[in-house]
């Protein structure tokens, strides 16, 4: 079992950046996919960005080019730079993690966006 534990949520003005950290209780090299989802109110849960255990990259349509999602399988940790962040960024943000006959996820952290 891996527990994961999000953090670095809060509260940031439009335009502003934050950098959430998805922190695994053991190491997640075995883990070859890891996934941040968010959920804002009233809506589905959707996928935001993604990063196999070779490093590669998946962003949705709306945060190409504002998001950056990184691993450090030496610090089981990923992250997810979060730059010129909009209003409708706003969302609890959930890491999830997949391996082979099991899928883990965090208990997610709120982003919210406002001025």
């Known amino acids: 079992q891996v527990q994961l534990v999000e953090s670095g949520g809060g509260l940031v003005q439009p335009g502003g950046s934050l950098r959430l950290s998805c922190a695994a209780s053991k190491s997640i090299s075995s883990i070859y996919i890891m996934t941040w989802y968010r959920q804002a109110p009233g809506k589905q849960r959707e996928v935001v960005a993604t990063?196999?255990?070779?490093?590669?990259?998946n962003y949705a349509d709306s945060v190409k080019g504002r998001f950056t999602n990184s691993r450090d399988n030496t610090k089981n940790t990923v992250y997810l730079q979060m730059n010129l962040l909009k209003p409708e960024d706003t969302a609890i943000y959930y890491c999830?993690?997949?391996?082979?006959?099991?899928?883990?996820w965090g208990q997610g952290t709120q982003v919210t966006v406002s001025s």
């Open positions: 999830n993690g997949v391996r082979i006959g099991a899928s883990y």
């Open positions: 990063i196999t255990s070779s490093g590669s990259t």
